[in-house]
């Protein structure tokens, strides 16, 4: 299955950009690419010249992917502007993310692992506007990020690893079911 | 009370934008609403280090942190607060810290929708009482403002009154909210706290005892301001100083250093404050301008008495005053005083600090020896009294009379001494008459006679000032006739041995081109001595209206397009281009351009403004100065200085701009005869404001400035110029070697003889014909010119100016207004002229019709007058220089005109304004109509005003000779060439030009400063 993985925040240093750089390796039966969003501008619905090139490109990733896998980052008990600029773009011209089987996964470095962004980022997801597939089923929080990698940018905790498991093949199965449908209409 | 009322969008248009605007217009009462928008702002980036945030995000932290209040209004996308606003907020509670935090908030939002933005609403609020923001935040009240096409009016009125109602419900409890938190103080924290604190106490120093009243009392009062950054680097007090000049904020006391400066002012400030700490420096100080005036910042390392850092204080004031003082010779005087109880040496030693003028002080420096030994055969006691005078001791005030009228004049007189001479009131010319104001009461003073030099340029003020210390004289029962016959007064102190003194550039005149030529100079970091004749700077431009003219259309498309403008440039498209002198044609094609353009686009947005272009200055420039003399000679602009004119009028504008000159960006004028509203009209007082800063600015960079020094000659050998000859009025010569000079001396216009011997455009000069220029510009630089075999350009030519006081050749005087308001009546009251003419046009007319005619205005055409006040006005009327009646019929008979006739006159004049045309002489640009009384009239006669030739230069400013060969080491500015007005000059160009050239002179003359020494054949 072609997965894009979109990194919820612009720094350099995010620990949701280390957990689905992790993902693309560990779950090396799909086929996972990490997109960054450090390139793509404000939303801005009076932007001159139209939706901005890295806008077209990401979009274009989307739609030739089966899913997605969104990472993100949480800031004031909601997901960073960055991530929610990409979303707004999205959502304006181009929609690639409607009907699309999205996964909502989060890395923060406190102990909560990101989980107001992530039902945030949910309801976002769900508005008629974006329309996705956002998955229901497990939440994966990864708390404290800043330890939880190892040099290798390797999970430490085994039964993290396994929980990550159990919830990306779920939501490949559910991944699967959804992309069967959208065929099948 | 201040609320910041954040737009939620970076979008153009957005009904959250107009539901603030309306918020801030309903609740002006209530409280003052900042609409502050967030487009600006780049998108939030934790990676970047504090140092390198960008000034905007500084700024929207600033007002947000200051703001006793905050209202976000926050539009829906995808069921979510926009991103942009995400982002603002980031900015505000991250690095380098939250500034949110137990900030009172509001949230309000307008949707298209009925939805009304609920659910980010619910967003942001979650968002505010996160613990990352620990915002305040209102809560209960809702406004969700639905249907946003609906609800609003076109002009951003709310029509739902169940939805303004819940809006005036809601800010009022916000008003509450933040009522409820300021109100308690730190003592109620404290005393909830059970922590005592202090009400009533002194502290007790050494030396002393202070209430805490007295103690921050001292700190408000005292005319300097102090800030304190406390040991641990954190923003602990600042003075209560009314009008400080760094403007403080409570909030932003017990911030760190990091936080209260802006990011790019950090590195300078953490440097002084480490060397405070690690003890390389104790002090540390930057002199500069700020807010317009010299300003002095001084910071000192706060220490313990054990020499421990206790922090840094910002010692700052202005250092205006001071000067002042020093420049008026007031620590002169605290010397003199002093050394009549002090033993002799210590007098020697004070009279060397004695507040000598700018051309003693440096000459001082120059020699100290010399002057030092001067200065001890010098008496430092006050000259006796060289006949047997006895006054009735006392303070007697008495009138002066002055060039603008009377001032009074308050004279101290003991038993057999003149005591003090202090001016009241500032009735004078700025920069021309205050110069007496200060040398003639320290002269009379010192020397004990009424046997005084009158200050060049200000001989009436001076002579007002001698007779008014006389009639104190005679009612204290003295014999003012026996003062006036005492030795005249010789500076005791004064230079008199001839001398040589070498520099780089010497620049002959001290009025706005030597100026703003030796500030360049001093820009360039070459040394220049400024030489001038009288003993004030300013020449003619301390006379100007102020206006300076450059094409700045970016500004002036700002303003609205008076009626009859677009005639005017109508005129443009009309005229053949084949009446254009071939240099111009092209730049003619292109204007034409620029004006079909212009009118379609008014055309199509319905919106007349203010249109200029660098092509209509130039254009205009040019045709305003083709002229025929009465010879049959045709002159017109030379391109190459027109050209170079227009091309950097702006440029220069705004040079001017940076050293100082405060300019009053919220009018654009138009002085008579400019035939374009592009005037930049400085804020201070007419040209006074420009020399007043280009002096200060030369003083500050240690230019030097040699006062009372005329030039006699060039210093000219092997085709080189190579410095002046100076003589002063006391005998002595001062030789000055220079690579290069630079003569920026004005024209003639005060020199009669020299005026009726070159002019072939006026039939004939009257001898006691008026004029408007300073009694020093005589065309001396003209002499100096010919003198070096130097060519010279439409000399004949010789501009009136039309509207000047018929006695005294003064320009503001009466009610000098823009010509759009002028309406000129001639001895038998009727109108005689287009009164939007040029100057010429005017002056030959006004001639035509006996020479006297009168401006009419009306009350309000009075509120447009330039360079004037009431009690001018007042005292004018007074004095018979100008008639003021509350009818036409009582005015006519006044200026002794049929009434009938000035009616109307009045009337015909009126009706043209409405109509926006004048069938009978074709003024076209009207503002003002004269209808509300009292009614004024005006007294005016054409004075000479400027003198349209001179040397010839070429572009670079290098004065060429009679064959048009560059003449090494010599340039020339402003007045004293010709080709660049030719025979005619716009109103508005002078300065245009004489801060463009001056420069020009300057940068073209240090180019060259090299070359003219090892070769001077470089220069072909």
Redesign the interface.
Known sequence: MKITAIVGS????SSNRKLLKFMARHFDDQDITVADIDQI??????YPGGDPQPVIDLANQIKASDAVIISCAE??????????????WL?YNLHPLANQPVMIVSVSSKPQGGS?AQM?LR??L??P??NAEAWQGNEFMLGNGNTAFDDNGDLKDEGTVKFLESCFSDFITFAGHKNASKEEA | MKIAAIVGTNADFSYNRLLLKYMKKHFKQLADIDVLEIAQLPAFDQDQPYEEQSMEVWKFKQTVKNADGVIFSCPEYDHAIPAALISAIEWLFYNPKNILEEKPTMVVGVSYGTQATSRAQEQVRAILASPDCNAAVLSGHEVLVGKAANNFTKDGNITDAAAVKNLEESFTSFIQLIDALESRTKEDDLVTLKQPFVNEAYINFPTGRLTFKEAQQIFSTIPFEIDLIDRTDHFAWYSDKPNREHVRHVNEIGETVDECHPPKALPAVKAIINSFKDGSKDMVERPLIMHGHRTLIQYYALRDVDGSYLGTIEFTGSVEHIIGLFENGAFADVTSGASKHEAADTTTAASEETGAPVDDAADGAADATTSASKTEEASPIAVPAQDDQHFKAGKYTVQAKGHNGDFPLDVTLSDDRIEAVEVKGDTETKGIGDTAYVKLPAEIVAGQTLNVDVVTGASDTSHGIINGVAEAVKQAGGNPDALKARAKYVNPNADTEDKTIETDVAVIGGGGAGLSAAATILDQGKKVILLEKTAALGGNTVRAGGPMNAADPQWQNKFDALPGEDKSLQAFLDMDVNDIDADYQADFKTLQQQITDYLADTKKSGHEYLFDSVELHRIQTYLGGVRTDLKGNRIFGKYPLVKKLTDNALASQKWLDKIGVDFDYSQVTMPVGALWRRGHKPVKEAGFGYISALGDYIKAHNGQIMLESPVTELIHENGQVKGVIVKKANGQTITIHAQAVILASGGFGANTKMVQKYNTYWSTIDDNIATTNSPAITGDGIRLGESVNAGEFGMGFIQMMPVSDPDTGELFSGIQCPPANFVMVNNKGKRFVNEFAERDVLAQAAFDNGGLFYLIADNEIKKTAYNTSKEKLEQQVKEGRLFKADTLDDLAKQINVDPDTLKDTVTKYNSYVDAGKDPEFGKNVFDLKVEHAPFYATPRRPAIHHTMGGLTIDPDAHVLDKDGVKINGLYAAGEVAGGLHAGNRLGGNSLADIFTFGPIAAKTAIGELVDTVSSASKND
């Open positions: 612009n720094s350099k240093h501008p404000m939303f801005n619905e009076n800031h004031a008990h909601t997901v960073a502007s960055s991530l929610k600029s990409v979303i707004e959502s107001r945030a309801g976002i769900n508005s506007g974006v």
